[in-house]
């Protein structure tokens, strides 16, 4: 099992800004992908982040509105630029192994005003 | 993007009646896991079922998964009052080792 870490837990922010979310996994994992939530819908999987090289993102997500960092095993951390009330979601951060269980913190709840 | 889609999109039933949701996918996958969601909360994580198993069953949970019509189903025998949330398929294709989540099922579980 893993035991994920997300900071911070909820943020209200301005149009325009920049936040980034940290995540801590308390054991080395070699997958970890960012998810997002966006009120009363399912989870969408923005990237896997890719220690040692670039995030690998999914169709609709770019590098330049959410760049994602994955300097070690255990950490990882996601940026979301120029924000706008759209960007509103909840960010989730996720770690597993090839035909196991995923783990997933606890989540930052983002409101952009 | 989501791999999936689940239905009922939302279920309403009374306390101590079973609780059927429904998942199909469009890819071949290695696993397919549930998850509960409570009011925007953390996922708990309830079952995982790989491609070569057709059953499982956890406590008042039961997951059939049937990869020929590249379906699955949660039943949830016996609900409670405890057991509203929203309910979530999530499948991992492989050798991708990313999960790609339903639509989900929202269950509200009358007292």
């Known amino acids: 099992s893993a035991v994920i870490s997300q900071k911070p837990s909820r943020d209200i922010c301005q149009r325009g800004t920049s936040l980034t979310i940290q995540c801590q996994v308390d054991?080395?994992?070699?997958?970890m992908f960012w998810y997002r939530q966006q009120p009363g819908q399912s989870l969408t999987l923005i990237a896997t982040?890719?220690?040692?090289?670039?995030?690998?993102?999914e169709s609709g997500f770019v590098i330049d509105k959410f760049p994602i960092s994955r300097p070690n095993l255990t950490f990882s951390t996601l940026t979301v630029s120029n924000m706008s009330p759209e960007d509103s979601s909840i960010y989730l951060c996720?770690?597993?192994?090839?035909?196991?269980?995923?783990?997933f913190g606890q989540g930052t709840r983002l409101t952009v005003v | 993007s989501q791999q999936g889609e689940e239905d009922p999109q939302a279920l309403s039933i009374q306390e101590g009646e079973n609780a059927t949701m429904n998942c199909s996918y469009k890819?071949?996958?290695?696993?397919l896991q549930w998850y509960r969601q409570n009011s925007g909360r953390g996922l708990v994580h309830l079952i995982l079922?790989?491609?070569?198993?057709r059953e499982k069953h956890s406590g008042r949970l039961r997951v059939t998964l049937d990869t020929s019509k590249k379906s699955s189903s949660l039943l949830i025998t016996a609900s409670r009052a405890a057991d509203t949330a929203s309910y979530f398929c999530?499948?991992?294709?492989?050798?991708?080792?990313?999960?790609?989540f339903g639509t989900g099922t929202r269950l509200k579980v009358l007292a």
């Open positions: 982040a890719n220690q040692g090289s670039e995030a690998t993102y």
């Open positions: 054991s080395q994992v070699t997958m």
């Open positions: 996720s770690v597993g192994q090839m035909n196991t269980e995923a783990f």
């Open positions: 999530a499948t991992e294709a492989p050798g991708t080792y990313k999960y790609i």
């Open positions: 890819t071949s996958i290695n696993n």
């Open positions: 079922i790989r491609s070569n198993e």
